[in-house]
């Protein structure tokens, strides 16, 4: 049996790095993998270094160049090429531990999953602040609300392609635009029935961008996190959900900023409250916007 992994990419060097580490995955016996890269540049940027990469390993490496500035075209070229029972996703700036696929793939059989996710660690730099550190807003732990797997995200997961609740869905090109577009796949996926987990054994790591270690790039991020939550976590908008959940976010935005008030002392303590607060306000936004800013 082979697992297809795809690997969207865009300009980013350390695709070499991601894909060395899929080489290096201990898979349990019968069991092989295929690595998609899927290139969305405007033009085949990535070709020479992927071409250059996969000579020098022993995964069978599958180019597509599938364009341009769309996630969502990029993600959804790497599910029309993978023939795979069983699709993994990876970003272009991570790398997997070696038993990373094998994890995935263990907890979905046993749990008969139709779509497993596992966390993306972020690696800081050593003159990243403490406080940032200690609450960890780079790395992608996916969620559990009320003890359910609702949704998850690309950077970290595995697809029961042949299940009939996955089989020929696919990204919103709308949303590859404004981002959250594996969060809405993956709660079209719940909503529609699929079983989704979680396994904190499938680790990958990333290593930390300095342009993002500051407190405006994870105000943005908590913010369209909470837009994308808001937008998709409704199976219905109307007047009396929108109305309820508008009402919902704003007591929990005002609970954050008296937390805020209350930890004026603690730069971590009070960072933690602010983001929260940042986070319910993206929440609040979507309650009151028909559709989501482009931000690619």
């Known amino acids: 049996m082979t697992i297809d992994i795809c690997v969207c990419t865009y300009r980013r060097p350390s695709i070499e790095a991601t894909l060395r580490s899929l080489d290096a995955q201990k898979l349990p016996t019968g069991i092989t993998a295929r690595a998609i890269v899927i290139?969305?540049?405007?033009?085949?940027?990535?070709?020479?270094?992927?071409?250059?990469?996969?000579?020098?390993?022993?995964?069978?490496?599958?180019?597509?160049?599938?364009?341009?500035?769309?996630?969502?075209?990029?993600?959804?070229?790497?599910?029309?090429?993978?023939?795979?029972?069983?699709?993994a996703f990876i970003d272009d700036d991570e790398e997997a531990e070696p038993d990373w696929l094998a994890s995935l793939l263990q907890t979905a059989r046993l749990n008969k999953l139709d779509a497993v996710?596992?966390?993306?660690?972020?690696?800081?730099?050593?003159?990243?602040?403490?406080?940032?550190?200690?609450?960890?807003?780079h790395s992608n732990i996916p969620q559990r609300r009320g003890g359910v797997v609702q949704t998850g995200h690309t950077c970290n997961a595995l697809l029961r392609a042949s299940s009939p609740l996955v089989r020929g869905q696919r990204f919103l090109l709308e949303k590859g635009k404004t981002g959250g577009e594996d969060t809405e796949f993956f709660f079209r996926l719940w909503f529609n029935g699929a079983r989704l987990g979680i396994t904190e054994a499938a680790v990958v790591h990333e290593k930390v961008d300095p342009k993002r270690m500051n407190l405006k790039w994870i105000s943005n991020r908590k913010f369209r996190s909470g837009m994308s939550y808001g937008y998709h976590s409704l199976?219905?908008?109307?007047s009396v959900t929108l109305t309820l959940a508008a009402l919902?976010?704003?007591a929990k935005i005002g609970l954050c900023y008296?937390?805020?008030?209350?930890?004026?002392?603690?730069?971590?303590?009070?960072?933690?409250?602010?983001?929260?607060?940042m986070f319910h306000r993206g929440v609040l936004a979507s309650t009151s916007s028909k559709a989501e800013p482009e931000l690619y």
Request: charged share 25%; aromatic share 10%; net charge negative.
């Open 258 to 277: 008296i937390m805020v008030g209350l930890f004026i002392w603690s730069e971590e303590k009070r960072n933690f409250w602010l983001m929260r607060a």
């Open 39 to 87: 290139d969305n540049d405007e033009t085949p940027s990535a070709r020479e270094l992927v071409e250059r990469v996969a000579d020098t390993l022993s995964m069978p490496v599958t180019y597509v160049h599938a364009p341009a500035n769309n996630i969502s075209i990029a993600r959804n070229a790497g599910l029309e090429t993978a023939k795979a029972e069983w699709i």
């Open 117 to 137: 996710f596992g966390p993306a660690i972020a690696l800081y730099p050593e003159d990243a602040p403490g406080w940032m550190r200690k609450q960890d807003y």
């Open 248 to 250: 919902g976010a704003i």
């Open 235 to 238: 199976t219905t908008r109307n």
